[in-house]
């Protein structure tokens, strides 16, 4: 069964769904413009799978749906949508509405929508999205297997002298050259920068006894991986060797936890008890990882309160780390599936410190 018509399963309750570009849509259809921020393009859907694309003029050559209506910039869109909704008898009732839809289309269709409720449509595709196919897997270890890769080839360049951007530009590069393009902007943190997760590249020139978070991901055909991996330039500070070696021993048996049954949250406990118990618990300060596929954060997030249960076929990572501030920061991080009594790695760099 096609994924649409899986979808048409979950509409019961629903009189149909507004879907704009982006993750879902692609997901459901395989269509994915860019650059579509600017002007309405929208595929309209009713439960009976009836449904009509509105596409900017600009996408006549690109885009190839069973119905489609053009408008040119001298037309209103919201014209063509009233009677498309009245066409696809979307009246009133609930309505699901790609949730990352801009303010500026919403406010406007909002007032053609007087009579429905509007619900995200992240209630239905989460659900569908959350347990990947092998298909699917195939996709995501190969995004996994270009980060492995970009890695290595960033140590055996080396490090010492170039500055976090210049680092990060680099990686950029490797990852668009071997894939689709960045899951999301690198991180790369030097010294004391990596005491911020999500550390902005600066000019900050990397040095003999930094300790560097490299932080990145690869998309391969929509797929996303991310990986973090913290290298030692040379000798570094003792105290940040022990820490190096809590979050790599918290980070190994947050993964033996993993199989089909148990609660995100069971995988997160371990994780941050056992730093805890090595006395860091205050300095790991976000979730022990997050779900991963077409989005690089989407669920099951690997959190303190998430009761989900992880089935076969989801994808996350695990990633815990200590971040002390004016010294530094270590994050490991690995892509993981599960699959029945045990989780696989996808992405498989040396974890091990290494010392450049
Ligand atoms: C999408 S930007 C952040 C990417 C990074 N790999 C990441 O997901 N995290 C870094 C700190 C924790 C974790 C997060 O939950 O943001």
């Not at 936890?257 to 205050?282: F, H, M, Q």
Request: aromatic share 8%; charged share 30%.
């Amino acid at each position: 069964m096609n994924r649409l018509n899986k979808f048409l399963g979950y509409l019961e309750e629903y009189s149909g769904a507004l879907i704009t570009p982006g993750t879902n849509l692609y997901y459901l259809t395989g269509i994915s413009p860019q650059a579509t921020e600017e002007r309405l393009f929208l595929l309209v859907i009713n439960k009976g799978g009836e449904s009509t694309l509105i596409a900017p003029k600009l996408y006549e050559n690109e885009v190839d749906w069973e119905s489609t209506i053009f408008w040119s910039d001298e037309e209103d869109p919201y014209k063509l949508l009233k009677k498309v909704l009245t066409l696809l008898n979307l009246t009133s009732g609930r309505i699901l509405v790609e949730d990352t839809m801009r303010a500026s289309f919403l406010i406007n269709i909002e007032k053609l929508l007087r009579n429905y409720e509007l619900v995200p449509l992240s209630n239905v595709t989460r659900e569908m999205r959350m347990r990947k196919d092998e298909e699917e897997i195939k996709l995501m270890k190969k995004a996994a297997q270009i980060a492995d890769e970009v890695f290595y080839e960033m140590i055996s360049r080396g490090l010492d002298g170039k500055s976090e951007k210049q680092v990060a530009l680099e990686i950029e590069f490797l990852i668009r050259e071997k894939g689709d393009g960045i899951s999301f902007a690198p991180i790369v943190a030097a010294g004391e920068n990596a005491a911020n997760p999500h550390h902005t590249p600066s000019e900050r020139k990397i040095r003999r006894g930094d300790i560097v978070v490299l932080d990145f991901g690869a998309k391969y055909r929509g797929y996303c991986s991310d990986i973090t991996r913290t290298v030692a330039i040379g000798e570094i500070n003792e105290k940040l060797r022990e820490v190096y070696e809590v979050v790599r021993e918290a980070q190994e048996r947050a993964f033996q936890t993993v199989r089909e049954g148990i609660r995100a949250r069971e995988v997160d406990s371990v994780a941050r008890e056992y730093i805890s118990a090595k006395g860091y618990g205050e300095y790991f300060i976000h979730r022990t990882g997050h779900g991963l596929g077409l989005d690089v954060h989407e669920e099951p997030y690997i959190g303190s309160k998430n009761e989900r249960v992880l089935e076969r076929g989801m994808t996350f990572t695990i990633e815990p780390g200590i971040y002390i501030s004016q010294l530094g920061g270590v994050r490991i991080e690995d892509d993981v599936v599960v699959e029945g009594k045990k989780g696989r790695r996808l992405t498989n760099a040396e974890r091990e410190l290494i010392k450049l």
